[in-house]
């Protein structure tokens, strides 16, 4: 009995001294594939074994090797389907298969060819990572149920040393996204204080819904790639491109804007692409276009949904080949631009109607962000306002004295349906009215909110109106629509789009 418990003693002391070996070796390093080999001889003093693996299972049920000692081959990752057992003995490779359901190259016979005969393998947890630790002999029937134990204190303290490593690892990936957060703050920072305050007041804002945009505009920025803005008219859609600009590659190149809206059709691809001479009556002379001015730098293109089909189906060559032609030309031109397109109305909604291109609305909305309302950005009413009145301060060649309690409280309620352009417009009449003295309510002479019941009925009485204008108007021409655009003012695709609207597509059979 003496001899049994000294004996029994020593081999206590050994599983002390090797398991405080064990922590000292996997607490000296941050992955323990780096020691595997190490802790492989440690763990050999207290459990004989010849060669130590490590898998991870999968989400999927994937099962990796992840670490070996030497003389282990390797072996592709394969599938082990259904539950995992929490432990398992095969006491003769060459005899017995494996107690789960292998998909793909079994791991079994690849160990047989290496002359390993029996296997203890034990499953554990490390946080959310499954992994499985074997104990691999070149003896049969190595392994019996009383090393169970034993291993799997052994298996604990490695899934304890990988949850610290995967801990740090979700730790650095906090910091890393912490700090590119923080450079990305930074950066916008640093961009909105240098691009000129008379030009671009309206960067300014506080709200969270303005950062994001600035965010998404400063990632954007350090890539060539297409930009579509999307807001309401006035709410700064041509300041973010601008700052896009000032944030990119292109900074020193020029900044192009074409309002497309602003153009009649032929006048709008004589601009965009530029002509040759004789290309149409009047062209004396060759002109470069727009995009050709806009070489090495930024292109604008302001209302993007006014643009004609014809002139769409031009501009797709330009985003998808990079290149184009003069009207009236042969020779193909390089289209070396940084394209940004704006709109305030749903391109999604223009396709579906027809009066837009798919594969063009597919191309500009390769990165899209969505300028928000002012009304949407209350926090950022007050902080403009500060900007612009010192801003018109230094244009009327005076200092401001600033808004009274009631001025504010009149910004804050306002609904601003003209977004920050009528904020700025408001402010500038205010200050002419106040004269240098503090502005009140009074001067900012802000409409009050429309009944809605009311604006509909108005809505409803210009509709009306308008549809009567080009019926008349097509009658007069005899349905000629290119004339008819032309004495309304319109473009072609304008026209189109009203004559859906009204039901003005065809015209009515003729009279006998």
């Known amino acids: 009995d003496v001899e049994d418990r000294t004996a029994l003693e020593r081999e206590r002391a050994a599983s002390v001294e090797a398991s405080a070996e064990l922590l000292r070796t996997i607490s000296e390093v941050l992955d323990v594939r780096s020691v595997f080999p190490r802790i492989s001889d440690i763990t050999a003093k207290i ?68 002359g390993f005969r029996s296997l203890l393998a034990i499953n554990a947890h490390a946080r959310d990572q499954l992994i499985g630790v074997g104990f691999i002999s070149r003896r049969r029937h190595a392994f019996s149920a009383a090393d169970i134990p034993v291993a799997r204190r052994i298996v604990d303290h490695i899934a304890l040393a990988i949850s610290h490593e995967q801990l740090a690892e979700a730790a650095r990936q906090v910091a890393e996204a912490r700090a590119r957060a923080e450079r990305l703050e930074t950066r916008v920072q640093m961009l909105s ?123 797709l060559r330009v985003l998808q080949e990079h290149e184009f032609q003069r009207l009236g030309g042969t020779r193909v031109t390089n289209a070396n631009v940084r394209v940004i397109a ?77 977004n920050v352009r009528e904020l700025r417009n408001a402010l500038e009449r205010a200050a002419i009215l106040a004269e240098g003295a503090l502005i009140h309510s009074q001067h900012l002479s802000l409409e009050r909110r429309t009944n809605p019941a009311a604006m509909e009925s108005t809505t409803s009485d210009l509709g009306t109106v308008e549809r009567e204008t080009i019926a008349r108007v097509l009658r007069e021409t005899r349905w000629n629509k290119s004339k ?29």
């Open 47 to 114: 459990l004989p074994h010849d060669a130590l693996t490590m898998v991870f299972h999968s989400d999927r049920g994937n099962v990796v090797l992840e670490a070996t000692t030497d003389g282990v081959p390797p072996f592709a990752a394969h599938a082990a389907r259904g539950p995992q057992p929490d432990h398992f003995i095969v006491d003769d490779l060459t005899i017995d298969s494996l107690p789960v359901v292998i998909v793909g190259e079994s791991p079994r016979e690849k160990l047989i060819e290496a």
């Open 193 to 315: 204080d240098e691009l000129d305050s008379r030009t671009h007041g309206r960067i300014v804002g506080e709200s969270s819904a303005w950062k994001d945009v600035l965010k998404k505009a400063t990632q954007v920025a350090a890539t060539d790639t297409t930009v579509l803005l999307n807001g309401e008219s006035g709410t700064g859609k041509e300041v973010v491109a601008r700052f896009i600009r000032r944030a990119s590659a292109r900074k020193t190149g020029p900044f192009v804007a074409l309002n497309c809206a602003a153009l009649p059709e032929q006048l709008l691809e004589s601009e965009l692409f530029g002509y040759e001479r004789g290309a149409f009556t009047g062209a004396q002379q060759s002109k470069p276009g727009q995009i050709e001015l806009a070489a090495g730098g930024t292109l604008f293109l302001d209302e993007v949904t006014e643009m004609s089909l014809g002139a769409q189906a031009k501009f």
């Open 342 to 418: 704006a709109t305030n109305r749903d391109l999604r909604k223009a396709v579906d109607r027809g009066d837009f291109r798919e594969d063009l609305f597919y191309r500009l909305r390769v990165f899209d962000i969505r300028i928000p309302a002012l009304r949407e950005r209350p926090d950022d009413i007050l902080p403009l306002s500060e900007s612009f009145l010192l801003e018109i301060g230094k244009s009327f060649g005076r200092p401001l004295a600033g808004l009274t309690k009631d001025a504010r409280e009149a910004l804050l309620g306002h609904d601003w349906p003209g």
């Open 484 to 512: 008819a655009a032309k004495r309304l003012g319109l473009s072609r695709t304008q026209l189109y789009v009203r004559l859906r609207k009204y039901g003005l597509d065809e015209a009515p059979p003729l009279q006998n």
